[in-house]
């Protein structure tokens, strides 16, 4: 359980020397100051100062218990946790969500097929992905009534809903597809209704759970991952027919988002991969919104890759229905570059093509030059005599830099000898009995961690800070006894310097011959 392969799940990490350095998820900051340790095994925030071992990271990211947090790192390993009679934990939870999926596959009848084949999914492809039906409300109720399972971890799961005191079925005669984690597990569902009416909802997901965050599980992960590994492509689509058709004709490395545009959350499993990503979306408008915030989004994170929207009406699991597989395939080749599609987005914003106001280039200028600031300077450099190009003006125009400069002010923390202390006490515990005989507790800035530690309560979590930090030195035996002198007699002083008291002064000159 290595915690850089756990925490880059999550965030984005840069290697620094023998360390990893990243923003920190717990408070907002532009300037990593989250350091993770691969060879002492924890992490420090030194902006917000949380900080502990992998377990306390998940915890702290998915807002978990402390089984819970080993349940997520179990799965996300692929290690089954063993407990004593009566342990709560994940294990549960997934058992209801397998169990229930094989209801609705069970539930699918020849109706509900013939629909499925109808939009050109074969018998193989509905097992595979275990689509299955949601029937009526009490049938769905009935089953969890037959089989035990816990109405409570129903409604946790999403599964079973309450309102005005009554509990119903969350989904209702809908064509069921399991969503999975990138592990393999059953985790949510995505409903589609067959029903006409406008009322209706024409999907509708599993909500948030502890089990499934759709803002960062990508539908087909699990399938694709080795395809995207393979081939260093991972093509994003809209929908979850659009990812099963394609897989189904061969086309291996689609995956896509859970009902909510493309989101941070989503960005460490794909840099992973390593891979070039392809937005590939419905040329309607909303795709048109949702590839752009994608590409923006991505560019700024240093992904390559490239956009494809298709034509308005036309979109992949259609294409695949229809055969048309060759022309999708040529589509996600001559796939626009992220950026040059950012860009030529901007310019169609403004409608350089026909515009006569020389305003409408301004600002385009300015939005292009916006975006290109966020991106890796050589980056950026490079598309220098593409924007001039596009927006029709002289190279010389442009400038890269920032109108207002950030400065970086990574000022490391100047190691003190009370760290060098805390540190050796930590290490040292047979030595905390001589220096809380010598040295007073008042003496001690820290005191909340110079309690823990004397009282052999303090853990490795509350150590991260001083752990992490390469500048402190445990000491040695000489080293440490000088020091711990060296700041009683500092407080002693100081002390001697604030009062008046005759007999108060008299107890401090005996008590600095005895550390002299």
Known sequence: MDIVDIVSNYIELKKSGANFKACCPFHGEKTASLVISPAKQIFHCFGCQIGGDTIEFVREY?????????????????????????????????RVMELVSEFYARSLNDEHRNYLYGRGLTEESIREWKIGYAPRNPNTQKFLEQNMLPLPIAQELGIMATSENRTYARFSERIMFPIQSHTGHTIGFAGRTLKEESKVAKYLNSPDTKLFDKSSILFGFDKAKEAIYATKQAILHEGQLDVILTHQNGIKSTIATQGTALTEKHLPILKKTGAKIIIAYDGDNAGKTAALKAAVLLSIHEFDGGVVLFSEGTDPAEMMSKNQVDQYKNQIENATPIINFVLISIRNKYNLVTSTNPYDKVNALKECLDYLREL?????????????????????????????????????????????????????????????????????????LYQSIVSHKVTQNMMSSLLLRDDIMQLSKEQFTALVKQKQKKFLLDLKKSTNDFSEIVSINNKLKEVS
């Open 376 to 448: 890796n300077p050589i980056v950026a450099s490079d598309y220098k005599p593409y924007v001039a190009e596009l927006l029709g003006i002289n190279e010389q125009e442009l400038n890269f830099q920032k109108s207002k400069q950030v400065i970086q002010n990574n000022v490391m923390q100047k190691s003190t000898s009370e760290d060098a202390l805390l540190l050796t006490m930590y290490h040292m515990p047979n030595w905390i009995q001589w220096c809380t005989s010598v040295c007073d507790i008042k003496a001690w800035f820290n005191q909340e």
């Open 62 to 94: 998915e807002k978990l218990s402390y089984p819970e947090a080993l349940e997520k790192i179990g799965d996300m390993i692929n290690v089954s946790l063993e407990y004593e009679a009566g342990g709560q934990n994940h294990q549960e939870y997934k």
